[in-house]
């Protein structure tokens, strides 16, 4: 037996599209795991975001990986989970329009969970403690730095 492969972890590769605060934007890969910790199913781009470590891997091509600093993402694009965010979208989702501090905007719908009688977005966003904060449109997430939102609006 290959004593390499025994140490292995099996890797999920998932493109994406990381907007640093610069406005640079790399187009490439994530590799992630899979299964997480907290649950039996394959990690999101949003978990590896969301872990402590202040650095992850991203692969732009076959031949060259950058250690990409977290705090210096402003957001990451990529494929909902399964390519159908519906399924995962608590009844509480609530469209929202994000302002960047660098002026972008980002329009799509943020997993609200219901609590009682009324879903409040600033009770959501006072509360939310992790970095990245998941937007929803069609089959597409935004994950966006949440200490880089500048303001943030409920669409009707």
């Known amino acids: 037996m290959d004593t390499i492969r025994l140490f292995r972890v099996e890797k999920l590769r998932r493109a994406v599209r990381v907007v640093l605060i610069d406005g640079r934007r790399l187009e490439g890969d994530v590799f992630l795991a899979e299964r997480t910790r907290a649950r039996a199913e394959p990690q999101e781009p949003i978990d590896l975001l969301n872990e402590e470590a202040p650095f ?63 879903t409040r977005l600033l009770d959501f966003l006072n509360g939310y403690a992790k970095r990245f904060i998941p937007v929803f449109w069609g089959e597409q997430v935004c994950l966006v730095n949440r200490l880089l939102i500048a303001s943030v609006s409920q669409l009707t």
């Open 56 to 118: 992850f891997p991203f692969f732009l091509n076959e031949q060259e990986v950058l250690l990409v600093a977290k705090q210096h993402v402003s957001r990451v694009e990529t494929a909902a989970p399964d390519g159908d965010p519906s399924s995962d979208m608590p009844d509480g989702a609530m469209a929202v329009e994000i302002t960047l501090i660098d002026g972008s905007a980002i329009s799509g719908f943020v997993p609200l969970e219901k609590r009682g009688e009324q």
